[in-house]
């Protein structure tokens, strides 16, 4: 059986001394917990994705990309370590020399870059070059998007996402790896601004996604979290017609981070859908593992 690649996953070690955790007062996942889940649900690898600005919802003390290889060390077998660095780092200016920073990480065995979770308007001077420094290193990018500023997190951007289509057009190496509500939510069409935030149900009716998926072939679908497998469970059949057109570009997740809330529908659906004859083990096998080796080269 055809075992998945997660994309997007997250966790801690524990520490020295105890780290406060933030309102939720829940601990994200050691690697032990973390691989327990990834058993259950036939995930032999995956990538540890860094928390590392302050409007972060996980953990108030943000991570350093040195821990999270400290984390991947722990079991090499089965983590992949991604980095993130916050483009308001090194006195928040846009001058700041992020190709020579993400070259240090990409020297050091560093896969990819996420997740992004700075509120800041995507199209800001600061973001913009801190994406020409992934193109020009090599970095894929997984942004969680954001509907707004302000009490919330992820980089900002407007209903129709074309602060995105700028930056896809701008840096056409960049792989850009959408996630989050603010993103999935644009499969279809939608009106006012609650399904930016939430999980819309019912029928799809093609939204932007698909087209900026056909206009930019450096635009790639993290299918983690609840918003991600929404968007392919909602309406089977365009999920079905969804993931054939783009079988090349989207990428099995979980977004596990605490060991109490894992969302685990996606792997039972895929499979289902697979032993149903409704998309076949070329596409399966792509969604699940394939895509990620070959992006990732892993």
Known sequence: MTQFIDIHAHGILTPCCPVFEGPTGQPLCSPEELIRW?????????????????????ILNTQSNEEIMRFCKTHPDRFIPFCNVDPRNCFNDRTTPFTRILTHYK?????????????LPILDDRVQAFFAGAEEVGFSVTPQLAPFMGENYGLVDLPGLPGLEDTLKRFPKLKIFGHSQAFWCEIGTYEGQEPRFSYPTGPVTEGRIPQLMRKYPNLYGDLSASSGANALMRDREYGIKFM?????????????????????????????????????????????????ERLLEI
């Not at 995930?43 to 860094?50: A, D, H, S």
């Not at 783009?246 to 685990?264: C, K, M, N, T, Y």
């Not at 895929?270 to 394939?290: H, P, T, Y």
């Open 244 to 292: 054939n057109e783009f079988q090349d570009r989207l990428l099995f997740g979980l977004d596990i981070a605490r060991p109490h809330e894992v969302r685990s529908k996606l792997p039972g659906y895929l499979r289902s859908l697979l032993e149903e004859g409704a998309i076949s083990q070329v596409v399966f096998d792509k969604i699940a593992r394939g895509n990620a």
């Open 38 to 58: 990834w058993d259950k649900l036939g995930v032999e690898k995956g990538c540890i994705l860094p928390e590392t600005a302050p409007e972060s919802p996980s």
């Open 107 to 119: 020297e050091r065995g560093y896969k990819g870059i996420g997740e992004v979770t700075c509120n």
